[in-house]
T-cell receptor, first 117, second 115 residues
């Protein structure tokens, strides 16, 4: 396993188009996260999966955003009717499930940089 | 509500010297984890070090150590013997341990290592 893979690395799209990003986590990690990062800021939480269940979704995520993780393996993040404000780096991360006494760090992918023109 | 504050937008350090990056946090949960991540110019976030709220000793990982002061709610990262490759953005982060699934990140500190 070579880590968390994200595809594509870069995406340029016209405003109003739909885009879909893919994330392949580390196979033994049952937790998967999507974050968004704009220039000069820290990552902002978007959504979280434990196996195939989407357990939390940020209020930042409008109805135009949807994420899936069928069969608890790879995940997709779709943005419909893109807007210029959606331009950002979209990061995927995975981790093991926390124990009662230990929180696991994330392994991040390289991200997908979205530019909406 | 959880909050992470990094007050240093940028820091300079001479190669081979030590540097401390500040981080304060706020949470009402007695169980939580604190993390530091490095983001080089290539963009990929790299997990550096973890400190649990119940850990008695400060965490260390190679040249990285976390100066955990629970009463002050601070979790400063200390990098010893800085190297040119340490130049990057550094993010402090926290995850609440009871019922919390998400990690929140601070705004980051950009570290410049001078030769």
């Amino acid at each position: 396993d070579t880590g968390v893979s994200q595809d594509p690395r870069h995406k340029i799209t016209k405003r109003g188009q739909n885009v879909t990003f893919r994330c392949d986590p580390i196979s033994e990690h049952n937790r998967l996260y999507w974050y968004r990062q704009t220039l000069g800021q820290g990552p902002e939480f978007l959504t979280y999966f434990q196996n195939e269940a989407q357990l939390e979704k940020s209020r930042l995520l409008s109805d135009r955003f949807s994420a899936e993780r069928p069969k608890g393996s790879f995940s997709t993040l779709e943005i419909q009717r893109t807007e210029q404000g959606d331009s950002a780096m979209y990061l995927c991360a995975s981790s093991l499930r926390d124990t009662l006494t230990h929180n696991y760090g994330y392994t991040f992918g390289s991200g997908t940089r979205l530019t909406v023109v | 509500a959880q909050k992470i504050t990094q007050t240093q937008p940028g820091m300079f350090v001479q190669e081979k010297e030590a540097v401390t990056l500040d981080c304060t946090y706020d949470t009402s949960d007695p169980s939580y984890g604190l993390f530091w991540y490095k983001q080089p110019s290539s963009g990929e976030m790299i997990f550096l070090i973890y400190q649990g709220s119940y850990d008695q000793q400060n965490a260390t990982e190679g040249r990285y150590s976390l100066n955990f002061q629970k009463a002050r709610k601070s979790a400063n990262l200390v990098i010893s013997a800085s190297q040119l490759g340490d130049s990057a953005m550094y993010f402090c982060a926290m995850r609440e341990g009871t019922g919390g699934f998400k990690t929140i990140f601070g705004a980051g500190t950009r570290l410049f290592v001078k030769a």
